[in-house]
């Protein structure tokens, strides 16, 4: 599974920004996926996660009730709308996916190049 994550931008604080995660290969729908950040100097982590039927999803309290992530399997497809941002959501956002959804990024064995979004104050 070959992934490709597009969308990312400058957007101003409380602004809405989606980006997407694109997969390559006909057994995409049988995997969980999984959006992590990295912000500068900090460590990479989870934000949100959707099995692979799409009817289980987890967010990050940091993110919970803002950001909503949705996948379209006949499109190869995973979004993840971000609502309310905040400069603090500035971060390079990859897509991941796995045989399960977790936070942890071990658990996933596919990994997309990551899109910057700078969420301006």
Same mark, same amino acid.
């Given at each position: 599974?070959?992934?490709?994550?597009?969308?990312?931008?400058?957007?101003?604080?409380?602004?809405?920004?989606?980006?997407?995660?694109?997969a390559s290969g006909r057994t995409f729908r049988r995997y969980a996926v999984g959006w992590f950040r990295q912000?500068?100097?900090?460590?990479?982590?989870?934000? !949100? /996660?959707? &099995?692979?039927?799409?009817?289980?999803?987890? %967010? =990050?309290?940091?993110?919970? +009730?803002?950001?909503?992530?949705?996948?379209?399997?006949?499109?190869?497809?995973?979004?993840?709308?971000?609502?309310?941002?905040?400069?603090?959501?500035?971060?390079?956002?990859?897509?991941? !996916? /796995?045989? &399960?959804?977790?936070?942890?990024?071990?658990? %996933? =064995?596919?990994?997309?190049? +990551?899109?910057?979004?700078?969420?301006?104050s």
């Amino acid at each position: 599974v070959q992934l490709q994550a597009s969308g990312g931008g400058l957007v101003q604080a409380g602004g809405s920004l989606r980006i997407s995660c694109t997969a390559s290969g006909r057994t995409f729908r049988r995997y969980a996926v999984g959006w992590f950040r990295q912000a500068p100097g900090k460590e990479r982590e989870f934000v !949100a /996660g959707i &099995s692979w039927g799409g009817g289980s999803v987890h %967010y =990050a309290d940091s993110v919970k +009730g803002r950001f909503t992530i949705s996948r379209d399997n006949a499109e190869n497809t995973v979004h993840l709308q971000m609502n309310s941002l905040k400069p603090e959501d500035t971060a390079v956002y990859y897509c991941a !996916a /796995g045989l &399960s959804m977790s936070d942890y990024a071990a658990t %996933y =064995a596919y990994w997309g190049q +990551g899109t910057l979004v700078t969420v301006s104050s």
